[in-house]
């Protein structure tokens, strides 16, 4: 069947079948070339979208609105502090109104247990597509950038060992939204993934059933280990980033004697000498240097954090096309 896109929501990668998800990145491959190669894309033509963030963001605000220019439209940022909804105007009334000036609402929204609520809030009143810019449980534009540039970088994803592994970072506390992403999507095409964390940074149970649930039906695999090693031995990719202990532990308070006392989960040369000769590195940015990571891997040889940032203005446009527009 062939599958619809224009009107559809992107909350989250789950609702999206595999033959959808493949069309979006042929639709962002093709998108990449021409951009490199400078032919237009004139693909939403006075078309318009709001980007609602109550939260900060450099990669996914301006991959939204140079897409959206690129594609021949125009999108509006909105700091969500400086609109009525900080008085109280609640989702479906913003939904309603914003629904009628223009052809997408996206939005940032990470409060632990209410931001994905809120975005579904939106959708359901919403007469255009609403886009996830992340939420507390999901980030789907940055999981598609991430499965495009394992597809460039990887003959094929079957039986790759992919490492999602939990890192230390004192920066701030970060929503489980690209772990949660990735653990659910990676399995769909076919990879080893493990998730690696110490004890207390633990995703929500419903999460890793349904990680379980997708190697079992497409052919991949999961499981978890509390050994960094472990993660990193003969790994193909590996993808140590810092989430937040939200399930055992609501408070927003960053540092904490859980975090100070796992210090040693860093990404270093000497572990990612455990891992395949040919192993990428990528974190979906920013990243908190020679906390998480050391400089000369992230700077390294091994690093595609780059070409994995570089892909989310192809994958932002290809989403908004498809769902905003006829493409
Ligand atoms: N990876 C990502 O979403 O980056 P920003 O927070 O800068 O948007």
């Given at each position: 069947m062939t599958p619809k896109?224009?009107?559809?929501?992107?909350?989250?990668?789950?609702?999206?079948?595999?033959?959808?998800?493949d069309v979006l990145l042929e639709v962002s491959k093709e998108f990449k070339r021409k951009f490199k190669n400078n032919e237009p894309t004139p693909y939403l033509n006075m078309k318009t979208a709001f980007l609602m963030f109550f939260e900060q963001s450099t990669r996914t605000r301006n991959s939204m609105e140079s897409g959206l220019a690129q594609l021949g439209g125009h999108a509006t940022f909105l700091d969500t502090s400086t609109m009525q909804i900080s008085h109280g105007e609640t989702a479906k009334d913003t939904a309603v109104i914003?629904?009628?000036?223009?052809h997408g609402i996206a939005c940032r929204i990470c409060f632990w247990s209410t931001g994905n609520r809120y975005l579904r809030e939106m959708a359901e009143h919403s007469t255009v597509p609403v886009m996830n810019l992340q939420c507390d449980l999901y980030h789907p534009m940055q999981g598609l950038a991430d499965l495009m540039t394992i597809q460039e970088v990887t003959e094929t994803t079957k039986r790759l060992k992919v490492s999602v592994i939990w890192a230390y970072a004192t920066s701030h506390k970060k929503p489980i939204s690209v772990p949660v992403t990735q653990v659910l999507l990676f399995p769909r095409y076919q990879m080893d993934v493990?998730?690696?964390?110490?004890?207390?940074?633990?995703?929500?149970?419903?999460?890793?059933?349904?990680?379980?649930?997708?190697?079992?039906?497409?052919?991949?695999?999961?499981?978890?280990?509390?050994?960094?090693?472990?993660?990193?031995?003969?790994?193909?990719?590996?993808?140590?980033?810092?989430?937040?202990s939200w399930v055992r532990n609501q408070s927003e308070l960053v540092v904490d004697d859980l975090l100070e006392s796992n210090r040693t989960w860093k990404c270093t040369e000497e572990l990612m000498a455990l891992a395949s000769p040919n192993v990428k590195y990528m974190h979906a940015l920013?990243?908190?240097r020679e906390n998480e990571v050391e400089n000369s891997v992230?700077?390294?040889?091994?690093?595609?954090?780059?070409?994995?940032?570089e892909n989310r203005l192809h994958t932002a446009k290809a989403v908004m096309a498809m769902t905003m527009g006829d493409k």
């Amino acid at each position: 069947m062939t599958p619809k896109f224009k009107g559809r929501h992107f909350i989250t990668l789950e609702e999206w079948t595999n033959e959808e998800i493949d069309v979006l990145l042929e639709v962002s491959k093709e998108f990449k070339r021409k951009f490199k190669n400078n032919e237009p894309t004139p693909y939403l033509n006075m078309k318009t979208a709001f980007l609602m963030f109550f939260e900060q963001s450099t990669r996914t605000r301006n991959s939204m609105e140079s897409g959206l220019a690129q594609l021949g439209g125009h999108a509006t940022f909105l700091d969500t502090s400086t609109m009525q909804i900080s008085h109280g105007e609640t989702a479906k009334d913003t939904a309603v109104i914003l629904s009628s000036y223009g052809h997408g609402i996206a939005c940032r929204i990470c409060f632990w247990s209410t931001g994905n609520r809120y975005l579904r809030e939106m959708a359901e009143h919403s007469t255009v597509p609403v886009m996830n810019l992340q939420c507390d449980l999901y980030h789907p534009m940055q999981g598609l950038a991430d499965l495009m540039t394992i597809q460039e970088v990887t003959e094929t994803t079957k039986r790759l060992k992919v490492s999602v592994i939990w890192a230390y970072a004192t920066s701030h506390k970060k929503p489980i939204s690209v772990p949660v992403t990735q653990v659910l999507l990676f399995p769909r095409y076919q990879m080893d993934v493990t998730l690696a964390y110490p004890e207390g940074y633990e995703l929500p149970d419903w999460v890793i059933e349904k990680a379980k649930k997708n190697a079992e039906t497409y052919g991949g695999s999961f499981k978890i280990t509390h050994d960094i090693k472990e993660a990193f031995t003969d790994a193909d990719i590996v993808i140590p980033k810092n989430w937040g202990s939200w399930v055992r532990n609501q408070s927003e308070l960053v540092v904490d004697d859980l975090l100070e006392s796992n210090r040693t989960w860093k990404c270093t040369e000497e572990l990612m000498a455990l891992a395949s000769p040919n192993v990428k590195y990528m974190h979906a940015l920013p990243a908190d240097r020679e906390n998480e990571v050391e400089n000369s891997v992230i700077d390294g040889k091994h690093s595609i954090v780059y070409q994995e940032a570089e892909n989310r203005l192809h994958t932002a446009k290809a989403v908004m096309a498809m769902t905003m527009g006829d493409k």
